[in-house]
């Protein structure tokens, strides 16, 4: 199975901070990856598909980047609801689905 | 307006089974995979399976953590996607989501997802 680990696992920023998130696959996925943002008690909630493609209503503050193993996404200014717990997953219609072990952006 | 609704899960014993079934509502149901994630008390996401629709026909694919005990299936004309989980475990413990599956350029997202149920094993 493919393995994906995100780093890091958590990060302090203040709002208007620009906050990177890697995610690094054990094998090439092309770009079939997604990125998932999780607030406490509440579902999931897409924001990147495909590596770079952000879903519909998602802030364009948010940007995913990257193909093969490494991928990244950043959010360019730090709002306040964007606190919360992000989360990469391997996606190909073929193959099983994973998801990396989460990063908690968290109040600086 | 897509919603997914999971039924109540609840206390179950060890070694007992437990169905979750997620009702959709707001989409052509039958037009889209149906996939099942779950996350312990306290940890990350941990995908569980997914179900294909009736035209690739409707196979699934299990996480090795719980593939023979977890089966998926769909009822298409109640649209309603099933979890059929057996031999409980302690550590199947946790929140149980329902998402729907999109595929777009080649790549899988869960698009929209339940509002999750949770299970709870304990003697």
């Known amino acids: 199975d493919i393995q994906m680990t995100q780093s890091p696992s958590s990060v302090s920023a203040s709002v208007g901070d620009r906050v990177t998130i890697t995610c690094r696959a054990s094998?090439?996925?092309?770009?079939?990856l997604a990125w998932y943002q999780q607030k406490p008690g509440k579902a999931p909630k897409l924001l990147i598909y495909?590596?770079?493609s952000l879903q519909s209503g998602v802030p364009s503050r948010f940007n995913g980047s990257g193909s093969g193993s490494d991928f990244t996404l950043t959010i360019s200014s730090l709002q306040p609801e964007d606190f919360a717990t992000y989360y990469c997953?391997?996606?190909?219609?073929?193959?099983?689905?994973?998801f990396g072990g989460g990063t908690k952006v968290e109040i600086k | 307006e897509v919603q997914l609704v999971e039924s109540a899960g609840g206390l179950v014993q060890p070694g007992r089974s437990l169905r979750l079934s997620c009702t959709a509502s707001?989409?052509?149901?039958?037009?889209?995979?149906m996939s099942w994630v779950r996350q312990a008390p306290g940890k990350g996401l941990e995908w569980l399976g997914f179900?294909?629709?009736?035209?690739?026909?409707?196979?699934?694919e299990y996480a090795a953590s719980v593939e023979g005990r977890f089966t998926i299936s769909r009822d298409d004309s109640k649209r309603i996607a099933y979890l059929e989980m057996s031999s409980l475990k302690i550590e199947d413990t946790a929140m149980y989501y329902c998402?729907?599956?999109?595929?777009?350029?080649?790549?899988?997202?869960?698009?929209?997802w339940g509002q999750g149920t949770l299970v709870t094993v304990s003697s």
């Open positions: 495909a590596a770079s």
């Open positions: 707001g989409f052509t149901f039958g037009d889209y995979a």
């Open positions: 094998q090439g996925i092309s770009s079939w």
């Open positions: 179900i294909r629709r009736k035209p690739y026909g409707g196979t699934t």
């Open positions: 998402a729907r599956v999109a595929v777009r350029r080649g790549s899988v997202g869960l698009d929209y």
């Open positions: 997953q391997q996606a190909n219609t073929f193959l099983k689905l994973t």
